[in-house]
């Protein structure tokens, strides 16, 4: 299983998601106004530390898809 990490520039938010989650596979490879997406991580706690990394005041997890 893979995460990957939304950040968001007007919302200031960095949000994980699973790569099987329609988000992201509606998304992907898709550099937006808003924001863009990350790599993909092996881990959970690897995505959290990219998404907090990237200083996004709101770091959070896709109620949709992640548990
Ligand atoms: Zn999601």
């Known amino acids: 299983m893979s995460h990957v990490v939304y950040v968001n520039h007007p919302t200031n938010k960095a949000?994980?998601?699973?790569?099987?989650?329609?988000k992201y596979t509606?998304?992907?490879?898709?550099?937006?106004?808003?924001?863009?997406?990350?790599?993909?991580?092996g881990s959970l706690e690897e995505a959290l530390n990219y998404a907090k990394g990237t200083g996004k005041k709101n770091v959070d997890t896709c109620a949709f898809c992640v548990k």
């Open 15 to 22: 949000m994980v998601h699973d790569t099987n989650c329609g």
């Open 26 to 41: 509606y998304r992907r490879r898709d550099e937006t106004i808003n924001g863009y997406w990350s790599g993909t991580f």
